[in-house]
């Protein structure tokens, strides 16, 4: 039904950037929810940002991260990506995409709704 392919990530100093791509197959796509969510070594596994679907696209954002990350969506290319700019050793996860419908806008922040998840790609900030 969907399938989520991620790129991107890697090394990179604190105050760089990087782009995470996700990239879908399926034909309704853009009907989904799409989320990012992280997960650094020993922790659990914590919401980054989503954009909604359904035509009335809207982003939000957790507040770690607001201001500096920008969630990007192109439906024509079933393409949402990430872009990360000053980041810190604070950003250091595993990264993941997901794709879910029918999320309301209280549960958009936590993993239930979400029902396909792509592969993740490890983001490592250090000098």
């Known amino acids: 039904q969907v399938q989520l392919m991620q790129s991107g990530g890697g090394l990179v100093q604190p105050g760089g950037s990087l782009t995470l791509s996700c990239a879908a197959s399926?034909?309704?796509?853009?009907?989904?929810?799409v989320g990012w969510f992280r997960q650094a070594l020993g922790k659990e596994r914590e919401f980054v940002g989503a954009v909604r679907g359904l035509g009335g696209n809207t982003y939000h954002y957790a507040d770690s991260v607001k201001g500096r990350f920008t969630i990007s969506r192109d439906n024509a290319k079933n393409t949402v990506t990430l872009q990360m700019n000053r980041l810190t050793p604070e950003d250091t996860a595993l990264y993941y995409c997901a794709a879910g419908q029918g999320i309301i806008l209280s549960s958009l922040r936590t993993e239930t709704g979400y029902t396909y998840w792509g592969q993740g790609t490890q983001v490592t900030v250090s000098s």
């Open positions: 399926g034909r309704f796509f853009s009907r989904y929810t």
